[in-house]
């Protein structure tokens, strides 16, 4: 029978990923324990991210002391299956599965009509785990058709914290460093810039054939499953030309007309929708200029950032010699990954790299420099933060660097400057609280 034919694919995916919870390398990621918080406070948990960066690794390790059942949709025969198959399905595999409790629904918006599949289960209160790799399916949808609470999680590759923690590297206080230890921690972000935070190529040299050929993979994978089917896009061509235009100008000013004028597209809101579609797939991100007035903000230039830097190698084929964009793309990654607000300034006489919000406040400045040594660098950061502070009324001011860290008390403020590994594994207050922050971002979705 049909039905008997894909429950043997379901229990099939029982003992694989079981079998993946006892791999001796497996890193406990840092939003593990804000999710097991919340398992029992609402029937559905969403983890979201782009592919391959440990959604269902984090699910399973949430999980693994619970009796639960694990649906993999990404896998081809399930995805081909209809609401009502699935339904069936679901009711066989508890038949199955007797003592289960929990339901994990893996790559789920690859079913057509998920979202109401999974608000009967929502209705009867079944306790479920859903991990996607679209923004939109996964907070839109659930959020037009759920009835009910239910929470969000945005995980993304591995952060410096975690980086550092595969290779078994841990310190316990960063104010007693010995001068070997911040060498090794210099040497490991270094290595991260390069390497990126995929789980995958973690182990591998940045220029290794494997790393190169896993990255674009997923790359192409991201582009002809995740946009062009479900988005249903004829010209691929014109997409991926504007994902290698935004890819080779990461950390830096964009406006739509300039991805126009450098591609085959003429239409401004075919543009739009496509990077649109790129930021839902989370290959990248787009940072608005801030300001008070929303016309002044929709015409001014804005930036895009990469979900990770390991892919600057990989797709355009070369690594970036930029070493400060690579390193301001880690500072917004860090940034996103703590759920802030996050613009950045452009003015006729200065520009500020990182503006945060809090409600209606400026909370702090960031300025992100590989080093302040040349003099003409230093002036232009520190002039900026100042006439920030005054504008914005900020006194939460700071410089990120490689390696360099001081206080500077200038014009009547007090700057912090800090080396990026430092601000990474040791928030200060105001910036960013808590280390579960730090990987996973929690919300209610409703």
């Known amino acids: 029978m049909l039905k008997d034919r894909y429950l043997q694919i379901v229990i099939d995916q029982q003992v694989e990923i079981k079998a993946a919870l006892t791999l001796p390398d497996l890193v406990d990621r ?15 948990k969403v983890i979201m991210g782009i ?17 639960f059942i694990y649906f993999n949709f990404d896998d081809e025969l399930l995805a081909q299956l209809s609401v009502e198959d699935i339904n069936e399905l679901f009711e066989a595999a ?21 979202e109401f599949f999974i608000n009967k289960l929502h209705r009867k209160k079944v306790n479920i785990l859903i991990t996607g790799s679209n923004s939109r399916l996964l907070s839109s949808e659930l959020a037009t058709h759920l009835t009910g609470r239910h929470f969000g999680f945005e995980l993304f590759p591995f ?20 001068t070997p230890d911040r060498l090794l921690l210099k040497d490991q972000l270094m290595q991260y ?3 990126g935070g995929f789980p995958e190529t973690l182990n591998e040299d940045s220029n290794s054939q494997f790393s190169k050929m896993y990255l674009r993979e997923l790359y192409d994978k991201i582009i002809t499953r995740d946009l062009v089917q479900r988005r249903h896009i004829k010209n691929i061509k014109a997409l991926k030309e ?45 940072v608005e200029p801030f300001s008070y007035k929303v016309k002044t903000r929709i015409s001014l230039p804005k930036k895009f950032y990469l979900i990770d830097l390991s892919l600057v190698n990989a797709i355009l084929g070369s690594s970036s010699p930029d070493l400060g964009k690579k ?26 790299d990182f503006l945060i919000r809090e409600g209606r ?26 006439h920030g502070a005054a504008e914005f009324k900020c006194t939460h001011l700071t410089v990120i660097t490689l390696d360099e860290e001081e206080l500077i008390q200038l014009s009547g403020c007090k700057i912090r400057v800090l080396p990026a590994w430092k601000w990474m594994l040791n928030p200060q207050p105001g910036t960013l609280t808590n280390e579960a922050a730090r990987i996973g971002r929690t919300k209610p979705l409703r």
């Not at 939003?31 to 029937?43: D, G, M, N, T, Y």
């Not at 508890?94 to 998920?114: C, V």
């Not at 301001?328 to 006729?348: C, T």
């Open 30 to 44: 840092t939003a593990v324990e804000p999710l097991q918080l919340l398992i029992e406070k609402s029937p559905v």
């Open 51 to 67: 592919r391959r960066s440990g959604k269902s690794t984090l699910a399973l390790q949430v999980l693994q002391k619970k009796q």
């Open 94 to 114: 508890r038949n199955k599965f007797p003592n289960a409790t929990y339901f994990l629904f893996d790559e789920i918006q690859n079913i057509t009509g998920w």
């Open 159 to 178: 952060s410096f914290t975690e980086f550092l923690n595969a290779q078994k590297i841990h310190f316990q206080n960063l104010e007693l460093l010995t």
């Open 193 to 195: 810039l390069n390497k």
């Open 242 to 286: 504007i994902s290698l235009l935004l890819f080779s100008s990461y950390s830096s000013q964009f406006t739509y007309n300039s991805v126009k004028n450098a591609s085959s597209i003429n239409s401004i809101n075919t543009i739009k929708n496509y990077i649109d579609y790129l930021q839902e797939s989370y290959l990248g991100f787009v």
């Open 327 to 352: 390193l301001e793309n880690l500072v917004f990654l860090h940034l996103r990954r703590a759920s802030k607000e996050v613009y950045y300034v452009k003015q006729p006489s200065y520009e500020i």
């Open 361 to 386: 406040v400026t909370s702090e400045l960031i300025q992100v420099a590989w080093s302040l040594a040349d003099p003409k660098t230093r002036a232009r950061e520190l002039k900026a933060l100042i």
